[in-house]
């Protein structure tokens, strides 16, 4: 249990970590969306590469936000039967729906992006538009790498659903006791 709880306490971390990484690209991508915005609708010109890079720094806040987004139990959810649950009813909920979905599904697209990525990062790839961004395999290694820290995220929440169905205090302290 107590490694349980250690596993726990890291990931969601790495996951707080992320989430403020992604909440400063948040602010640069509307500062790049204010831009574009005011050279397109004022000055009547426009970049292909302010365009792109604002479709990069939302496809980044997306698949890096994903996990700190499951920390905070602030996904998308069909929350009708889930709210009525008492805690017990929720960690089932939240164990089956992590081992039969979540795991599997992050795995899949952790595997079938591997190829995807290497791909793109051996080519160099970059926008086939004139005046598009380069290294475009950055963008396209988010998405193994999003996918990847909503499956550690996933255990842990796994891990403490296991420590509600036992009877553990699944919160974890500051202070790691």
Same mark, same amino acid.
Do not use: N
């Given at each position: 249990m107590r490694l349980m709880k250690s596993y726990i306490k890291f990931i969601d971390a790495l996951s707080e970590k992320t989430g403020m990484f992604v909440s400063w690209?948040?602010? !640069?991508? %509307?500062?790049?969306?204010?831009?574009?915005?005011?050279?397109?609708?004022?000055?009547?010109?426009? *970049?292909?590469?302010?365009?792109?890079?604002?479709?990069?720094?939302?496809?980044?806040?997306?698949?890096?936000g994903a996990s700190y987004t499951l920390k905070l139990d602030r996904h998308v959810r069909i929350d009708i039967f889930y709210m009525k649950l008492s805690r017990r009813g929720k960690a089932v909920v939240d164990l089956a729906g992590t081992v039969l979905f979540l795991v599997p599904f992050a !795995?899949? %697209?952790i595997w079938t992006s591997k190829d995807f990525t290497l791909n793109s990062f051996?080519?160099?790839? *970059?926008?086939?538009?004139?005046?598009?961004?380069p290294a475009r395999y950055i963008l396209?290694?988010?998405?193994?790498?999003?996918?990847?820290?909503?499956?550690?995220?996933?255990?842990?929440l796994a891990f403490r659903s296991i420590l509600v169905l036992s009877g553990e205090d699944p919160q974890i302290r500051e202070d790691g006791k």
């Open positions: 690209l948040t602010g !640069l991508m %509307v500062l790049v969306v204010c831009y574009d915005v005011l050279t397109r609708y004022v000055f009547r010109m426009s *970049s292909v590469g302010v365009q792109e890079l604002e479709w990069h720094l939302f496809s980044v806040i997306f698949l890096l !795995l899949l %697209v051996t080519i160099g790839e *970059s926008s086939p538009d004139p005046g598009g961004l396209k290694a988010c998405v193994p790498l999003g996918f990847f820290l909503v499956l550690l995220q996933g255990i842990a």
